[in-house]
T-cell receptor, first 115, second 113 residues
Framework: AQKVTQAQTEISVVEKEDVTLDCVYE???????LFWYKQPPSGELVFLIR??????QNEISGRYSWNFQKSTSSFNFTITASQVVDSAVYFC????????????FGKGTRLHILP | DGGITQSPKYLFRKEGQNVTLSCEQN?????MYWYRQDPGQGLRLIYY???????QKGDIAEGYSVSREKKESFPLTVTSAQKNPTAFYLC????????????FGSGTQLSVL
């Protein structure tokens, strides 16, 4: 069965600190995709990254980085030198290549960056 | 600018009333989706459509209906059969399918009077 767990419901850090958001997933498929989305207070979800199951290379985009480890079924997201604008709800999500209808979202982690 | 437009931003429903949420996209995407978001919850799929004049139920379709008469438009009707409609509704699209990046609208907050 598909499942995405974001165990951290809410995190608060002081600006300029690094913060890691955890995501653990379950799937029986060998081909799948993992995503991270950001939901700022405006409400619209913004795509951050898509990773397929065959690409375990870590990715860095500016202050954002992602660590994909199939051995632990995790796809964690780190923000380096956090800024107030990073305050948002972050969702991890999973879709399976054999299915064309379902993407499973985690419940999200609300991140507060304190000035 | 290309994107997804949802309207209205806020909507109030009286008991027994049907209401329709609008979703329009000018991205030329084939696939469109409706999600429901409740506080502290992830997104749950209501309906999706991968092609004009065709759509499928998602996980929580009861009490909702949709149409896809045009590629650009995917309106969602919340019927009186939906007993707990208060939620944030998000429309999304992708080029062809669910394994791709989703583009989201800014959402509609529906509340019951």
């Amino acid at each position: 069965a598909q499942k995405v767990t974001q165990a951290q419901t809410e995190i608060s850090v002081v600006e300029k600190e690094d913060v890691t958001l955890d995501c653990v997933y379950e799937t029986r498929d060998t081909t799948y995709y993992l995503f991270w989305y950001k939901q700022p207070p405006s409400g619209e979800l913004v795509f951050l990254i898509r990773r397929n199951s065959f690409d375990e290379q870590n990715e860095i985009s500016g202050r954002y980085s992602w660590n994909f480890q199939k051995s632990t079924s995790s796809f964690n997201f780190t923000i380096t030198a956090s800024q107030v604008v990073d305050s948002a709800v972050y969702f991890c999500a999973l879709s399976e290549a054999r299915r064309d209808d379902k993407i499973i979202f985690g419940k999200g982690t609300r991140l507060h960056i304190l000035p | 600018d290309g994107g997804i437009t949802q309207s209205p931003k806020y909507l109030f429903r009286k008991e027994g009333q049907n209401v329709t949420l609008s979703c329009e996209q000018n991205l030329n995407h084939d696939a469109m989706y409706w999600y429901r978001q409740d506080p502290g919850q992830g997104l749950r799929l209501i309906y999706y459509s991968q092609i004009v004049n065709d759509f499928q139920k998602g996980d929580i379709a009861e009490g909702y209906s949709v149409s896809r008469e045009k590629k650009e438009s995917f309106p969602l009707t919340v019927t009186s059969a939906q007993k707990n409609p208060t939620a944030f509704y998000l429309c999304a699209s992708s080029i062809t399918g669910i394994n791709e990046k989703l583009f989201f609208g800014s959402g509609t907050q529906l509340s019951v009077l």
